[in-house]
């Protein structure tokens, strides 16, 4: 069975930090990618950050560049998401999503996902 358990998730004031946790099982870690999503109320799924869990390579939306860092523990099959400098803007449900990289390599895009976690809430406040 495949699961994406996301943790991690809190308030925090403005300026805080959060580290995201992502523990998969159940499908080759290795060979996908694991996305953090995010979605605010009233507002669509956004992908945020990206890495490639064979190669390494990351990747970041603008809004999160230079504040956001992924990683990975591939003994784990875990992928963290250390977010700094947290703004009222980053309010939203953080899911961590899995992508075959065989099949895509578009990463934003929240339909090229297979796999999903339930969420984190993440909540800023000023």
């Known amino acids: 069975e495949v699961q994406l358990v996301e943790s991690g998730g809190g308030s925090v004031q403005v300026g805080g930090s959060l580290r995201l946790s992502c523990t998969t099982s159940?499908?080759?870690?290795?060979?996908?990618?694991i996305a953090w999503f995010r979605q605010a109320p009233g507002k669509e799924r956004e992908g945020i950050s990206c890495?490639?869990?064979?190669?390494?390579?990351?990747f970041y939306a603008s809004s999160v560049k230079g504040r956001f860092t992924i990683s990975s523990d591939n003994a784990k099959n875990t992928v963290y998401l250390e977010m700094t400098s947290l703004e009222p803007e980053d309010t939203a449900v953080y899911y961590c999503?899995?992508?075959?990289?065989?099949?895509?390599?578009?990463?934003?895009?929240?339909?090229?996902?297979?796999?999903w976690g339930q969420g984190t809430q993440v909540t800023v406040s000023s």
């Open positions: 890495i490639h869990n064979n190669d390494g390579n990351t």
């Open positions: 159940g499908f080759a870690f290795d060979g996908h990618a």
């Open positions: 999503a899995a992508r075959d990289l065989r099949l895509s390599r578009i990463w934003y895009l929240a339909d090229r996902y297979d796999y």
